[in-house]
């Protein structure tokens, strides 16, 4: 069974607009963490955000923000304020257990592009 | 600088050839990753060293093996290269407890 799913289709923003990426996730370990990364065409990984299953607020790294959602098994990644930058393809990975070998489950993706 | 640090960036090979992948980190991670990249999927892991001395099997590690040969570097090989491994290969390190995995640029490889 597929661990992390991302299904929208690529999306186009206006720049300044925001954009809400889906992340749902499937898992029985009540610890786990998630991360998201971004991806742009020139293929380097670029970690943005990181959300513990036991943390109390949700996560926010300067223009990214993380909606989580624990019971739904969510975690929407929020860019606020879309610059062409920000371009890219965008992954939500799960690692389940807190002391385990942070081992990363990926989703296949989101793919923006924010226009003028 | 470097971080995580993967030699060579691209490499063409024929059916049945074989090749290692190289990967060195700087940040004194304890963990070492190597995923592949297929179009339309995301990374998908091959192989993961949780520490220096082991070496484990992750999602789809059928036709390589690894080497962890110190805490730096972690090399992956081809045996007998297929056209189906025809990818991108990501090498990524880490700090054990959760904190993110810092990935090289990729190497991409096309198996003839």
């Known amino acids: 069974a597929q661990k992390i799913t991302q299904t929208q289709p690529g999306m186009f923003v206006q720049e300044k607009e925001a954009v809400t990426l889906d992340c749902t996730y499937d898992t029985s370990d009540p610890s786990y963490g998630l991360f998201w990364y971004k991806q742009p065409s020139s293929g380097e990984m670029i970690f943005l955000i990181y959300q513990g299953s036991y943390d109390q607020q949700n996560a926010t790294e300067g223009r990214y923000s993380l909606n989580f959602q624990k019971a739904r098994k969510s975690a929407n990644l929020v860019i606020s304020a879309s610059q062409l930058g920000d371009s890219a393809m965008y992954f939500c990975a799960m690692r389940e257990g807190i002391y385990g070998n942070n081992r990363l489950a990926f989703g296949k993706g989101n793919q923006v592009v924010v226009i003028p | 600088n470097a971080g995580v640090t993967q030699t060579p960036k691209f490499q063409v090979l024929k059916t049945g050839q074989s090749m290692t992948l190289q990967c060195a980190q700087d940040m004194n991670h304890n963990s070492m990753y190597w995923y592949r990249q297929d179009p339309g999927m995301g990374l998908r892991l091959i192989y993961y060293s949780a520490s220096e001395g082991t070496t484990d099997k992750g999602e789809v590690p059928n036709g390589y093996n690894v080497s962890r040969l110190n805490k730096r570097e972690f090399s992956l090989r081809l045996e007998s290269a297929a056209p189906s491994q025809t990818s991108v290969y990501f090498c990524?390190?880490?700090?054990?407890?959760?904190?993110?995995?810092?990935f090289g640029d990729g190497t991409r490889l096309s198996i003839l």
């Open positions: 990524a390190s880490s700090d054990r407890g959760g904190q993110p995995q810092h």
